[in-house]
């Protein structure tokens, strides 16, 4: 969430770790072996851009026409992940569970333990089922990075190495360019993010939601809250990252009560979403001053981003740094 008043982070109380301490100079795959990947992947993105317009058509009637359209498709893993994705949203988290785990046990494939993977809450199964699934179809790069993505540890260089080999042998993988993304400010390498951030878009329809978000997000950051309070609630799409930008922009507004509903709205509707916890606390210690109400939000969000894939680092850094300084006092 924005925040107008400066949330510090440390991050010499956490990373330490510099350029010289990489064992080789990191290189990225080319702007042209990029552009030839891109081509090459763009029937699959057409396939998730076939199905996003059918949802957003209507959601609940939509469901049974992209169960179809994956059938005719069983080799798009991204398209096996956004029906899942669908199912989770109309079916709940118990019934989507119990159907990757049937799917699994009747086939032993890499994709149905990916996919069993990214409904598992206990970690150490999820970690041992993504190695099963790159040990079944080691070409299966949406489980690399969802494995990649679970061991990285701040200050361990090493994950960003890794991310790198793979997008040399996979520069069409997305999801190994948006991890990198992620990681790299964390290890002072804002080089990589920033190439990571160029290689996006990756599809239409991302295109369209991603750059309303953007929007949304840059009104924020120039302090104009009214106007990106008006574009957070005109966003085409109904998910939790609009929903808690609108409460970015309530709070910046001084309207901390509303923008809490709005964001305890997203919870009860994507309980195990961490960013929505993140967000709760950030509202509850910097804005309405309940800071034990803080403390149990706050821990709930390093509960539930350790159970689902443990990847937001920066954020896990600033709730540890906050706990342990309650903890002094």
């Not at 990649?148 to 999801?175: K, Q, T, Y």
């Not at 390498?189 to 949304?216: C, H, N």
């Not at 990252?241 to 994507?270: C, D, F, N, T």
Request: charged share 30%.
């Amino acid at each position: 969430m924005a925040n107008s008043r400066p949330t510090l982070l440390l991050l010499a109380l956490s990373l330490n770790v510099s350029c010289g301490l990489f064992s080789t100079e990191l290189t990225l795959p080319s702007s042209e072996a990029i552009r030839v990947a891109r081509v090459e992947s763009e029937p699959d993105w057409g396939l998730l851009e076939e199905a996003y317009a059918l949802y957003m058509r209507d959601s609940k009637e939509s469901l049974g026409s992209v169960r179809a359209l994956q059938l005719e498709n069983p080799g798009s893993v991204r398209l096996a992940m956004f029906l899942q994705d669908v199912e989770l949203e109309l079916e709940g988290q118990a019934l989507v569970e119990l159907r990757a785990e049937a799917a699994f046990d009747k086939q032993e494939t890499g994709l149905n333990a990916l996919l069993l993977a990214r409904v598992e809450k206990d970690p150490h199964r999820r970690l041992r089922l993504l190695e099963m699934a790159l040990k079944l179809d080691p070409s299966l790069t949406q489980a690399k990075v969802h494995w990649l993505a679970m061991n990285a540890r701040a200050g361990d260089a090493d994950v960003l190495e890794e991310i790198i080999r793979l997008l040399w042998e996979h520069p069409a993988s997305a999801e190994g360019w948006r991890l990198l993304g992620e990681l790299a400010p964390l290890f002072e390498r804002p080089d990589l993010a920033r190439a990571a951030a160029q290689t996006e878009p990756w599809s239409g329809f991302e295109a369209t939601t991603r750059a309303e978000r953007t929007l949304v997000a840059k009104d924020l950051s120039a302090g104009d809250a009214s106007k990106a309070l008006r574009r957070a609630r005109a966003l085409a799409d109904d998910l939790w990252q609009g929903r808690l930008l609108e409460a970015a922009a309530l709070a910046q507004l001084g309207r901390a009560k509303e923008a809490l509903e709005v964001v305890e709205s997203v919870i009860r509707k994507w309980p195990e979403e961490p960013s929505a916890w993140f967000n709760k606390g950030l509202l509850l210690r910097d804005y309405l001053a309940r800071g034990a109400e803080a403390r149990v939000a706050f821990e709930k969000f390093l509960e539930v981003n350790q159970a689902s894939d443990g990847a937001n680092l920066k954020q896990v850094m600033q709730v540890e740094f906050w706990l342990s300084q309650d903890a002094r006092q």
